[in-house]
């Protein structure tokens, strides 16, 4: 089987050795080549024809930004990952790659220093990235359980009993791997008087989601932020979780409210769809509507099985329109989604579903327990 073929593209020759040396460990990629600016990287990539090129984000004479802006140019359909710093620049940077086209991004380890740390970066994150953009983009057949079996999903019938709509009273959106480019279509389509909040879990680091919540207000009708404690929920608003924080609703005295914490990750993430999935679920029960977007991985599938279990309403976004269908893939191949729609469909649907029966409902109240009520504020 052919190898997966990747330019690694950075300016500093430690971190090209380390990232070159850790993924040619794996038996399934290839270092295709080296390139220590964007100059030398847009003249390698016609010669050693990658499959796949890591790209820093700030490097001399043509940094990442520039060096992505010209491979648009043409090979629109290369997959390119940022390799960015967890700093302000650095999330900024890779913000603005993604909207030009980036097909995903990872954070270099903030501790610099530490060798270890840098390695296990690169095999904890950049290699399963690699590989799950591969199985989509170019029919890669990975070895791992996990990724294979992403590759083998197929799209599932519809549900053979049709579930009952009820009155939604709120949106809880999980996402990961392309999300912020999603976002930027689904978020900007909600109208301004959008009756009910929304919550969102987008996998990224601090900083990164602060950013991305000041990107999508800029673009959008409702408001959106990044989320903290004590917020009361409200319509016509959404919250993204913080990076690093796991963020729920709970009942503070009839109002629901957001708070966040840093318990323990779940499916290696922090923030995590199913921990909000499921705080949403004991709240809002049958009224809640989730909707699971592109990424890898199957977070959200737990907290999807509970927001089922409780009556509430599924969407998934479709294999075609996803960079990964992991996430939503396991959702709909578990039978869990009362729909699953490309993502040019997903805001129409989720502002019908919102808008039924509210006229001749009651006035929602939340469910009498707090939630996580173990865990602090």
């Not at 392309?178 to 919550?199: E, K, Q, T």
């Not at 913080?242 to 499916?267: A, C, F, I, K, W």
């Amino acid at each position: 089987m052919p190898k997966v073929r990747i330019l690694v593209v950075d300016d500093s020759v430690v971190v090209r050795r380390m990232v070159s040396d850790v993924l040619a460990s794996d038996a399934q990629l290839e270092i295709a080549g080296t390139a220590a600016n964007g100059k030398i990287a847009l003249a390698k990539i016609p010669q050693v024809n990658p499959d796949i090129v890591i790209l820093d984000v700030e490097m001399p004479e043509l940094d990442g930004l520039g060096t992505l802006v010209e491979i648009r140019k043409s090979l629109p359909a290369l997959p390119v990952i940022m390799y960015s710093t967890l700093t302000q620049r650095g999330a900024e940077a890779t913000l603005e790659a993604l909207s030009k086209g980036a097909t995903d991004y990872v954070t270099k380890p903030s501790n610099v220093g530490s060798a270890a740390q840098a390695l296990e970066c690169i095999r904890t994150q950049l290699i399963p990235k690699i590989k799950a953009i591969c199985v989509r983009v170019l029919g890669f057949h990975p070895s791992s359980p996990l990724a294979a079996a992403l590759a083998a999903m197929t799209i599932p019938p519809p549900l053979a009993i049709p579930r009952r709509e009820e009155r939604i009273d709120i949106v809880a959106i999980g996402i990961s791997t392309g999300g912020p480019n999603a976002l930027a279509i689904l978020i900007p389509s909600f109208p301004r008087d959008l009756p009910v909040p929304v919550v969102i879990v987008q996998h990224m680091p601090p900083v990164f989601t602060r950013l991305l919540a000041e990107r999508l207000a800029a673009k959008s009708q409702i408001g959106v932020e990044e989320g903290y404690p004590g917020t009361v929920l409200k319509p016509g608003c959404a919250w993204i979780a913080p990076g690093d924080y796991h963020m729920v609703v709970s009942n503070d005295r009839n109002q629901v409210t957001l708070r966040t914490h840093q318990g323990p990750p779940e499916n290696s993430c922090r923030p995590a769809v199913d921990v909000l999935f499921r705080s949403v679920a004991n709240i809002y029960r049958s009224h809640a509507l989730a909707v699971e977007m592109t990424g890898m991985g199957q977070d959200g599938l737990r907290g999807c099985e509970r927001i089922h279990e409780f009556g509430g309403q599924i969407l998934a976004q479709d294999q075609a329109t996803s960079v990964v269908w992991g996430m939503p893939g396991f959702v709909a191949n578990a039978g869990l989604a009362d729909k699953i729609l490309p993502l040019d469909q997903l805001a129409m649907e989720i502002i019908r579903r919102v808008r039924t029966g509210r006229e001749s409902s009651r006035e929602f109240k939340p469910a009498p327990w707090p939630v996580e009520s173990s865990i602090p504020r």
